[in-house]
């Protein structure tokens, strides 16, 4: 028997009363209108250099993000919910992150062993010790929820690195009043426009110096980096420079990028470079995209970096079992937003366990992103399971399991036809010295294939526009 | 402004002012080669608009020659190539241009890539395609000076556009001196050479000997109502060029200013001949020689090349 699925729009097969209003303008409209539509939105996309970059014969290629017209629609109580359950979460997380690079409290006091800690990858041996601006490491954090079949949401991952996807979330909303004009304030759908100037306020909060104009930067990989389009966005949106780690150098502790005026020096880096490559004197020394000798002044205080260096260890997906206890740990309250049961795979009585039901489990690699080094029980042979499996054995740490939740399904207009498929949620939260501050909506991620769990943009995946309803 | 963004504003200005002035170039030689002449000299063309020997080819005919100096992208120096570096330039700096001029220069990169415009270029209508793409030129030029602040981005966009500008005006020029050259009606190429600069119609309001070499010279260096001629040009990248001395290091600026001004010198008070054509051929290679001379102190002081 199929498990059940959590679709959004219908119920018993009525249409939800949230729904309402868009499905009865969507029943004015051919099929044929809703084809023009869904090519505008294309064409729009192309023209505005929304798209991935596939660079071949020194010439860029350029993808489309898939867009999918019909939007996803959230309500007022249901957003309450989701909101003051990440703010919890993001609460807790910075706590935990303060704590184990400093005092490790909740692992003397044994809620998470220290052995889990230490093989992190994320873990950053450089930041113990490092006071850090209002002791917040996670600026800018994306957490990913599903809902499952009963329509409880979940929180599947912590993205607390550089979380990535706000301006699609920007743009969608954008395509949205062209293609159906009027029903944006006919839904009474809460703003997203905010989110650039909430960022840049928090970002300008963070500065140490006394001074009425702190100077704040992207640090971009650069043009061939997938995201880019969105490191352009942002920096134009906030109306702050776009540098390259070669436009940066530091001098006597401090950051300066190279202008046409000579050296200026950076207050605060909104850095979309991976803790990798930041600093090539530190960590990796083949990196071009860092900047040498940035992290000593990090560590001086003399620049903020945005998210800070280390969070990898929140984010590691064998951690996440344990959020739930941070939360009870931290804050002495419950969690408000469900986790996912999940499995260690260093854990023996857990390996056999999973595997004696893989066709219900999926296998994830603990320090992967992109739905890249995945296993989907119910979709592999036998024979790709045996391989996977001697995978797993080789390096146990480095593998969670978790039961297959069937994401809940949303309406598509594929190929001329209005389709179900499967959807996630990633909200992005702003953690500033204010507090934190979370716009309403994010992005809705969708599984264009049809009956694909896997909602990632690099595996096939497409975005909604997504709504949250005034009250 | 970071230098390596002032240098991709200049880079990007300067490679959309040369796909301007070859499309213009190329529509005037290809009404020519249709209209008067049966054994045009695409070779002359080709050889003289690859940057590179290694970027020319034998052509046989208007079709082949429009491919390899439009769309080919074996050809480093191909209407299409240019674009794609004004583009790549565009991209890395949007948060410093407008949205506007990122989306125009991404649009006329999808109309040089339509499969459309190239049916028109090799197998229908040539001059449609040219008045399309020439179109997107001169909406990217309104654009930026509608949208964008006047700034330090607007200021090496100008002064990137007119120092290519003079460059390229001179190699149209020298490509005609050399039609010329081959003992063709002289009269006929000046006339083409004007068209190719938008100077034509300028031309017989303002010249009473029509078409004579002394005058076509003239306006071509030294006419200041011109907007296409050298003088006017190099006036406007120092026009340009003082808007930066607020935001200057005071030497990088001295030693900039006397550059322009030597060359301003040279360009007005000299002696030369304009019907003489070796004096002008010189005329065109030390003006050349100078504006190089003058782009690269600018990539040295301004952004950062060592």
Known sequence: MRPK????????????????VFFDSLSQSTSDEFTLKDELAKKLFMNQGITFTVY???????????????????????????????????????????DIYHDQFIIKDGIIPASLMHSCPGFLREMVGVDVPFDIYTHISGIDLIRDGDGSFFVLEDNLRTPSGV??????????????????????????????????????????????????????????????????????????????????????????????????????????????????????????????GIYYAYRMGNVAIVNAPGNGV???????????????????????LKTVPTYSMDNPDHFSEVFSKIESMV???????????????????????????????????????QPIINLSSVPCFLTGKVQPRHVDLRPFALYGPQGIEIVPGGLTRVALREGSLVVNSSQGGGSKDTWVLGS | MLSRVADSVFWMARYMERTDKMLRALRTSYIASQDEMQDFDWQLWVDGLSAKSTDSIEVNNYREALNHLILSTHNDASVLANIVRARENARSVQDYITKEVWQGINEYYHLIRDPKTQDLLLKNDPVTAFDQLLRESVLFYGTVDITMNRGEGYIFISIGKYIER???????????????????????????????????????????????????IGQVFLDVQFPHSILYSLLQ?????????????????????????????????????????VEVKGWILETRSEVKAISQKLATLYFGYS
């Not at chain 1, 699925?5 to 309402?20: F, L, N, T």
């Not at chain 1, 989110?195 to 992207?218: C, F, H, I, W």
């Not at chain 1, 739905?371 to 390096?395: P, S």
């Not at chain 2, 063709?184 to 017989?204: C, D, P, V």
């Open chain 1, 5 to 20: 699925v959590w679709d959004e729009m219908y119920e018993a097969g009525d249409i939800r009363s949230h729904y309402q």
């Open chain 1, 56 to 98: 071949s014969d020194g010439e860029g290629i350029e993808k489309i993000f898939p867009f999918d017209i019909i939007p996803r629609i959230i309500t007022a109580v249901e957003w309450e919910h989701i909101e003051s359950g990440i703010k919890q979460r993001i609460r807790a997380l910075n706590i935990f992150l303060r």
């Open chain 1, 167 to 292: 301006s699609y979330m920007l743009e969608n909303r954008n395509m949205t009043y062209r293609i159906f004009p009027g029903l944006l304030p006919r839904n009474n759908v809460r703003s997203v426009k905010d989110y650039p100037d909430l960022l840049l306020k928090n970002l300008l909060g963070l500065a140490n110096r006394q001074k009425s104009e702190p100077t704040v930067v992207m640090l971009t990989p650069g043009i061939y980096n997938s995201a880019y389009f969105e490191h352009t966005t942002l920096a134009r949106l906030m109306g702050i420079d776009l540098v390259e780690g070669r436009d940066l150098v530091v001098d006597n502790a401090k950051v300066y990028m190279k202008t046409t005026a000579g050296l200026k020096q950076v207050d605060v880096i909104y850095r979309r470079v991976d803790d990798e490559y930041l600093d090539p004197l530190i960590f990796n020394r083949e990196s071009i995209l860092g900047v040498s």
């Open chain 1, 314 to 336: 929140a984010d590691d997906k064998a951690v996440y079992p344990y959020v739930p206890n941070m939360i009870k740990y931290y804050l002495n309250e419950e969690p408000i």
């Open chain 1, 363 to 401: 296998i994830k690699k603990t320090n992967e992103s992109g739905g890249y080094g995945m296993l989907m029980g119910h979709a592999v042979t036998e024979k790709e399971v045996a391989a996977y499996k001697l995978d797993v054995e080789k390096n146990p740490r480095h593998f969670i399991a």
């Open chain 2, 166 to 216: 003079i460059i390229r005006s001179l190699d149209i020029l020298e490509l005609q001196m050399l039609e010329i050259e081959k003992g063709r009606n002289e009269a006929m190429h000046w006339k083409y050479l004007l068209y190719s600069l938008s100077g034509y119609e300028f031309h017989t309001k303002h010249y009473k000997n029509a078409l004579q070499m002394d005058e076509v």
């Open chain 2, 237 to 277: 990248v120092e026009r340009y060029f003082k808007r930066l001395e607020n935001i200057s290091l005071p030497e990088y600026f001295r030693e900039m200013e006397f550059l322009l001004g030597r060359a301003l010198s040279n360009l007005r008070y000299n002696s030369r001949r304009h019907n003489d054509v």
